[in-house]
């Protein structure tokens, strides 16, 4: 299997601007999380998906993020307006209900740079 | 409110060197405990998941055990592809699926 894939890996941005993060699970998983890490906040939970349906978005900060999950091959996460403030490298993971609770599979991450 | 501190925030030890990695947490109700690697520019990569306390896992050179209020991360005689950031993390009974990760620790092991 492939893993998790991300795209884009970088963008940078002018703030302002609407970015848009994809994420594509591993074939079969049933859980889709999307994580964003910064160094002073370190990893934190943004939404998560289960079987498509977003089951806990209280990490997402404001009003300016949305996520979706169309089917259960893509997931994209959106910022717009972008802000300096949103630069961090964003994650996505997923899991398989029956896997040992807790063990997800993160893809390599998109940098973004808001300027 | 769920929390997990690690110490310490960095930890530089000589190849051959053994020590151990802190996770201190503070949760309502645990249902997991894991451990996570980290290597520069990529995703956490999952090592160990730890249910009761007294319970302990094994791989290579890494050994991961907890206690009802923290978990350690020994490592034996580490080489330098030993380096990499560690995370740990807990998973509450009332939180889903959802993991809240400490800061991690970054670990050098130098020749």
């Known amino acids: 299997d492939a893993g998790v894939i991300q795209s884009p890996r970088h963008e940078v941005t002018e703030m302002g601007q609407e970015v848009t993060l994809r994420c594509k699970p591993i074939s079969g998983h049933d859980y889709l999380f999307w994580y964003r890490q910064t160094m002073m906040r370190g990893l934190e939970l943004l939404i998560y998906f289960n079987n498509n349906v977003p089951i806990d978005d209280s990490g997402m900060p404001e009003d300016r993020f949305s996520a979706k999950m169309p089917n259960a091959s893509f997931s994209t996460l959106k910022i717009q307006p972008s802000e300096p403030r949103d630069s961090a490298v964003y994650f996505c993971?997923?899991?398989?209900?029956?896997?040992?609770?807790?063990?997800?599979?993160f893809g390599e991450g998109s940098r973004l740079t808001v300027l | 409110e769920d929390q997990v501190t690690q110490s310490p925030e960095a930890l530089r030890l000589q190849e051959g060197e053994s020590s151990s990695l802190n996770c201190s947490y503070t949760v309502s109700g645990l249902r997991g405990l894991f451990w996570y690697r980290q290597d520069p520019g990529k995703g956490p990569e999952f090592l160990f998941t730890l249910y009761s306390a007294g319970e302990e896992k094994e791989k290579e050179r890494l050994k991961a055990t907890l206690t009802k209020k923290e978990s350690f991360l020994h490592i034996t005689a580490p080489k330098p592809e030993d380096s990499a950031t560690y995370l740990c993390?807990?998973?509450?009974?009332?939180?889903?699926?959802?993991?809240?990760f400490g800061k991690g620790t970054s670990l050098l092991v130098t020749p």
């Open positions: 993971a997923s899991s398989a209900l029956g896997a040992p609770s807790g063990e997800l599979f």
């Open positions: 993390a807990v998973q509450a009974t009332n939180s889903g699926y959802a993991l809240n």
